[in-house]
C-alpha cells in the first residue's frame, strides 16, 4: 500500500482483504465487484483506484473504509474518519467523476465533506431503496424480451439516450457527440446484457444488466416508450430481465430506485423484489 492523502491506494498484493470487503454485503458493492473480479486491483486494469482508510493495527487486516474513485466515486464502508480521508484525496485533483454513488450513509457523509469545494450538485438524491431477489418472478415475465442482437444497436440507441435523459436529466451526448456513450451501449449489447421488445422494429421496453459480480447483477436503465406506459410491459419487461439473471445466470438480481417513484416500487414489489438497503446518488 502507498500513503497518500490520508487514505492508502491499494494493489493487488491486498486483494484478499477487498474480497472479504465486498463479500460482506455482495448487493451493495456489485458495481466494484464486478470490476474488480475482472480486472484485479491495479489502476490502469481497474479503470480507476481502489482507497482504503488507515487499517495499521486493524484486527484480522479488515478494513475500515473502502473507496472507489473512477467513472463515479463509490464509498461502500467508513466511519466520519475515513469519509474525510477519501474526501482529502478526492480534493487533491480536478474532480472527474460524474456522480458520487453507492450506500446512502457513506456517500451522504462523503458528500458533507465534499459540497463546499465540489458544490453546488445538480442534484442529490438522497433516499434510493436497494432491492434484491434470487427467486422466480412472481409475476409472468414478457416473452417477447430478449437480448438486444449488436446489428440492433441504431434502433436501441434512441431508447437509451432517451431513458437516460429522462432518468439523469443531462443528454449523454453532450461533450462529445455521443461517441462515449455509444461505445457503453454497444458494449453492454455484444455482451449480452441488453435487453429490449421490438414492436414494429421500434423499442417499447428495455433494460440493462448494467454490472454483474459472481454472484450478483444489477439492472438498470429500465425504460417504456411514453404511449406504452400504464399497460405492464415495465412490470413484465423487468421481470423477463431478473428471470434471466435468476435462472439463466445463477445470479441474485438487484436495483435501485428513487423512493419518490411509487408506481416503480411497487411494480418492482410486485415481481418479487425486497429492500436489502439504500442508496443514494449525488450528480453533477
Not at 38 to 55: I, K, M
Not at 85 to 110: H, I, N
Not at 138 to 159: F, H, K, Q, T, W
Request: charged letters at 25%.
Amino acid at each position: 500500500m502507498l500513503r497518500l492523502a490520508g487514505a492508502r491506494l491499494l494493489s493487488d498484493r491486498d486483494h484478499p482483504v477487498v474480497r472479504a470487503v465486498l463479500a460482506a454485503d455482495p448487493v451493495a458493492s456489485c458495481m466494484v465487484s464486478a470490476r474488480v473480479e475482472v480486472a484485479g486491483l491495479d489502476p490502469w486494469r481497474l479503470g480507476g483506484e481502489l482507497w482504503a482508510a488507515d487499517y495499521r493495527g486493524a484486527r484480522g487486516g479488515r478494513l475500515p473504509g473502502l473507496c472507489f474513485s473512477g467513472p463515479n466515486l463509490i464509498p461502500l464502508r467508513g466511519n466520519a474518519a475515513a469519509l474525510r480521508s477519501f474526501a482529502d484525496r478526492a480534493l487533491r485533483k480536478q474532480r472527474v467523476c460524474s456522480s458520487l454513488v453507492g450506500p446512502a450513509e457513506q456517500v451522504l457523509g462523503l458528500w458533507d465533506e465534499l459540497a463546499g469545494e465540489w458544490g453546488p450538485a445538480r442534484e442529490v438524491r438522497e433516499d434510493q431503496p436497494l432491492m434484491a431477489m434470487d427467486a422466480q418472478p412472481a409475476v409472468e415475465p414478457d416473452p417477447l424480451v430478449r437480448p438486444v442482437r449488436p446489428d440492433e444497436l441504431e434502433r436501441y440507441l434512441p431508447a437509451a439516450i432517451a431513458m437516460f435523459i429522462e432518468e439523469v436529466g443531462v443528454d449523454p451526448r453532450a461533450g462529445d457527440g455521443g461517441v462515449s456513450y455509444r461505445a457503453r451501449v454497444a458494449e453492454l449489447i455484444s455482451s449480452g446484457r441488453a435487453f429490449a421488445r421490438f414492436e414494429n422494429g421500434e423499442v417499447v421496453f428495455k433494460a440493462e444488466i448494467g454490472a454483474m459480480s459472481r454472484s450478483v447483477g444489477q439492472i438498470q436503465g429500465v425504460w417504456v416508450r411514453p404511449d406504452r406506459r400504464g399497460h405492464g410491459l415495465g412490470t413484465s419487461g423487468t421481470a423477463a430481465v431478473v428471470s434471466r439473471l435468476v435462472n439463466g445466470l445463477g445470479r441474485t438480481a438487484s436495483l435501485y430506485v428513487n423512493s419518490f417513484n411509487s408506481p416503480a416500487l411497487a411494480a418492482y414489489r410486485r415481481i418479487g423484489f425486497s429492500q436489502v438497503g439504500r442508496y443514494a446518488t449525488v450528480l453533477f
